[in-house]
């Protein structure tokens, strides 16, 4: 409540690295919407499981275009999943030191597999 | 964790009615991307790294017990997609609608129109299923 008694609708996002924690939040789902449900309507609805195997990938990442989609998807969605992640759990473990612990998991978590699927990415499918 | 206990109840106890579900299905949508997320990056991760566990890892996913998450999957991501534009229309063109009333209807119309995205998509995945795995509709 403001000091008026008026009610206060909106917020002002605090700086620091969990002002840009709630940015990205923000602003990399309005690129994951057409990003992932782009992606997952064509390889999960159109194209579908059963027409998957190690040359269909090779044949989509045959495109530059399609390696370049993957990895923004790659980059997006993970670091948003994560920090969702972050999120939730800090629901739950409140002290300082825990939740440090916490990011410092994390981070190494993001960190390990986005690396391994950027490998995969640019190394390509090995016959 | 000496939280868990009283956050859980929270999550739980709390009579929001729609927007607590609408919060709660947020969640849930979206820790269950993000687990589905993980595997999906190590997966294709094999395709460079061992490949013959990527066709392992396909073939499961091909079996009809994972096509029925695959299905749940489409529902969560629709979901997860829509809420988080609905938040954001609010807070960024409507911060004076946060209110119980529009709300509780805002809430309401996301769940419909989720379904309405999913539906169509459950249907061909469906179809899918029973063309693969059961040899139905000529399959």
Redesign the interface.
């Known amino acids: 409540m403001a000091a008026t008694g008026k009610p206060q609708y909106s917020q002002t996002i605090s700086p620091g690295m969990e002002g840009i924690a709630w940015k990205w939040m923000r602003y990399s789902a309005f690129l994951l919407i057409p990003l992932v449900w782009g992606h997952m309507i064509l390889q999960d609805v159109v194209v579908g499981v059963h027409a998957m195997d190690l040359d269909y990938v090779a044949r989509r990442w045959a495109s530059m275009g399609w390696r370049v989609y993957d990895a923004l998807l790659l980059g997006f969605a993970f670091a948003h999943g994560v920090n969702g992640l972050r999120q939730v759990l800090n629901d739950f473990i409140h002290s300082h030191k825990a939740r440090r612990l916490l990011n410092i998991v994390l981070l190494i978590f993001w960190l390990g597999l986005t690396l391994a699927g950027f490998i995969a990415l640019i190394a390509g499918v090995r016959n | 964790?000496?939280?868990?206990k009283t956050?859980l109840a929270g999550y739980l106890g709390y009579r929001g009615r729609e927007g607590h579900w609408t919060f709660l299905l947020h969640?849930i949508t979206?820790?269950g991307?993000?687990l589905f997320?993980?595997i999906h990056?190590?997966d294709?991760?094999?395709?460079?790294?061992a490949?013959r566990l990527?066709?392992d890892v396909?073939e499961l996913?091909?079996t009809t017990l994972?096509?029925i998450g695959?299905i749940f999957?489409?529902f969560c991501?629709?979901y997860h997609?829509l809420n988080?534009?609905r938040i954001?229309y609010f807070?960024m063109f409507k911060?004076?609608s946060?209110s119980r009333e529009i709300q509780t209807k805002s809430s309401r119309i996301l769940l419909i129109l989720a379904i309405a995205l999913w539906l169509p998509?459950a249907a061909?995945?469906i179809r899918?299923l029973l063309i693969?795995n059961f040899g139905l509709l000529g399959g």
């Open positions: 964790m000496a939280g868990l956050v969640r979206g820790l991307t993000g997320l993980t990056i190590l294709i991760a094999f395709v460079y790294f490949p990527f066709l396909i996913y091909q994972f096509g695959e999957l489409v991501v629709f997609g988080g534009l954001a807070d911060p004076r946060w998509a061909w995945m899918n693969h």
